[in-house]
């Protein structure tokens, strides 16, 4: 039994019913999430990314469905990434941005800025309309290992990347940027930036959260390479 597994078995497990999956039409979702009075600290959180968990606010998860495993874990190798001249495009056209790390989210600009961006970007998801209790809930909620990204052009604040430290890692929970700045593409700088941030800190990974294969809304992830997934229960390279 190797170290993950170890973690795994000590840990209580809580399964949902089953519910509408927000992904793919007319399936039926369930997830497995771990024990909400465990405290999340750096080894678990790491241990569990490892086997494909990942964090939403105050809860560790993975996708548990009866009939679909369509989710599957991805992560960069961030010291193997080939960059591409539209990478490259994307980094120039942000030249004017400055990032600052905070350990809490408090400004008032963050959550109109999620607003924003739940509104218009994701009116057809089951996060609209933006509230702030989602808000408390899903993005200011944290561990100690947590990091907030706010990117500004001068002092307005244009994109915030939520991003766990992990042991051998970066955990990229979730980024909302401003909507109507699209020839920037904010949401795949973030990426870039934070992929740059695990090399500079020696993290080999940089950890995307879960893929589906025909999704759209995911399609960026599996233009990232190499990107490695994690298929039955190893993870494997895509080149």
Request: proline share 4%.
């Amino acid at each position: 039994m190797n170290t993950n597994t170890k973690v795994i078995s000590s840990v209580r497990l809580f399964r949902t019913s089953p519910h509408p999956c927000s992904y793919k039409q007319d399936q039926r979702a369930a997830t497995v999430f771990v024990d909400p009075d465990l405290a999340i600290d750096k080894t678990l959180n790491s241990k569990l990314s490892e086997l494909g968990y990942r964090r939403s606010g105050a809860h560790l998860y993975r996708p548990d469905c009866d009939f679909c495993s369509a989710c599957i874990s991805c992560r960069l190798p961030v010291f193997d990434f080939q960059w591409k001249r539209r990478h490259r495009k994307i980094i120039s056209r942000n030249q004017d941005l400055h990032v600052e790390e905070r350990n809490d989210l408090t400004c008032d600009d963050a959550y109109l800025l999620y607003e924003r961006y739940i509104n218009t970007r994701h009116a057809d998801g089951d996060m609209y309309p933006a509230s702030r209790e989602q808000f408390e809930a899903f993005i200011k909620t944290k561990t100690v290992d947590t990091r907030f990204f706010l990117f500004y052009q001068n002092r307005h604040l244009m994109a915030v990347s939520v991003t766990d430290f992990l042991e051998k890692g970066l955990s990229a929970v979730y980024t909302f940027y401003e909507p109507n700045h699209s020839r920037r593409s904010l949401g795949n700088f973030a990426i870039l930036w934070q992929l740059q941030r695990a090399q500079a800190l020696n993290l080999p990974y940089l950890y995307l959260g879960y893929w589906i294969k025909g999704c759209d809304k995911m399609a960026y992830k599996s233009e990232y390479r190499p990107i490695e997934l994690l298929i039955d229960g190893k993870w494997v390279k895509l080149t």
